[in-house]
Nanobody, 123 residues
Framework: QVQLVESGGGLVQAGGSLRLSCAASGRTFSSYTMGWFRQAPGKGREFVTAISRCGGKTYYVDSWKVRFTVAKDNAKIKVYLKMNSLKPEDTTVYYC????????????????WGQGTQITVSS
């Protein structure tokens, strides 16, 4: 069982940066691939990025690869999403998730979810 809590969301101006954090409970954190998703109102959760169990491999959606960076700290039991050059269309809720699969690109691949954190980018 893994419990996830996101933080770091908020209001930022277009062109600014934010770093989201996801704190996990449980001693088996290093056993999970961690992902970040985002969800617009009325839509399903959209894959943004993921990082492997040891943190050595990362996976991105091409459209965000330049601006977003994922990192994992197994010692601190945290995963991070650094977002640069934010745009108003990045405004939505971002979720941290954990999967025991090697990689997952669908929300259905993930077993554990945080509560989400809102990002609002003003123009």
């Amino acid at each position: 069982q893994v419990q996830l809590v996101e933080s770091g969301g908020g209001l930022v101006q277009a062109g600014g940066s934010l770093r989201l954090s996801c704190a996990a409970s449980g001693r088996t954190f290093s056993s999970y691939t961690m992902g970040w998703f985002r969800q617009a109102p009325g839509k399903g959760r959209e894959f943004v990025t993921a990082i492997s169990r040891c943190g050595g491999k990362t996976y991105y959606v091409d459209s965000w690869k330049v601006r977003f960076t994922v990192a994992k700290d197994n010692a601190k039991i945290k995963v991070y999403l650094k977002m640069n050059s934010l745009k108003p269309e990045d405004t939505t809720v971002y979720y941290c998730a954990a999967t025991f699969y090697t990689i997952g690109y669908s929300e259905l691949d993930y077993q554990y979810w945080g509560q989400g954190t809102q990002i609002t980018v003003s123009s």
